[in-house]
């Protein structure tokens, strides 16, 4: 049985008239059971001995519909490959400038915030980010 979360988001698919293929829904799944943030590329090699068929391209360009829909975020930090986030809440990232590891970071007391930057200097939000960066505590605890 699906996760309700892919669910939600092939009845999104289904509410934009974009058919559901098997891959589509494959990379949905993936998404929503990994919490690491992969890159379409270890999305590609995570399925492909499940969809021989299906190519790299396939697989981003699926997440780039994905993004466009709006359930999945690009993510870059500057090492130049994009890794995707499957959100449905809003959250930020903790980055390990050690192992690259992207962590997700709740902390609700920044729900507001774009409201609150309207309010004090007028400015009309259209998004935001916010990135954390330091060592986590997996390589805290690596011998140096």
Do not use: W
Not at 6 to 20: A, C, G, P, W, Y
Not at 37 to 48: F, K, M, V
Not at 73 to 93: C, I, M, P, V, W
Not at 104 to 109: A, I, N, Q, S, T
């Amino acid at each position: 049985m699906a996760h309700p979360m892919v669910t939600d988001s092939l009845n999104k698919l289904r509410n934009e008239n974009i058919r559901i293929t098997p891959q589509r829904e494959a990379i949905l799944e993936f998404m929503v059971e990994t919490d690491n943030h992969p890159t379409a590329d270890e999305i590609y090699q995570a399925l492909s001995a499940a969809f021989p068929s299906m190519s790299a391209a396939t697989v981003y360009n699926n997440l780039h519909l994905f993004t466009k829909v709006g359930f999945v975020k690009e993510l870059t930090y500057g090492d130049g490959a994009s890794r995707f986030d499957f959100t449905n809440t809003q959250h930020y990232h903790a980055i390990c400038e050690k192992c690259g590891a992207v962590l997700d970071l709740y902390y609700p007391v920044l729900d507001d915030l774009e409201d609150i930057t309207e309010s004090l200097i007028g400015f009309e939000v259209t998004h935001h980010r916010m990135e954390v960066y330091g060592v986590c505590a997996d390589c805290l605890v690596l011998p140096k």
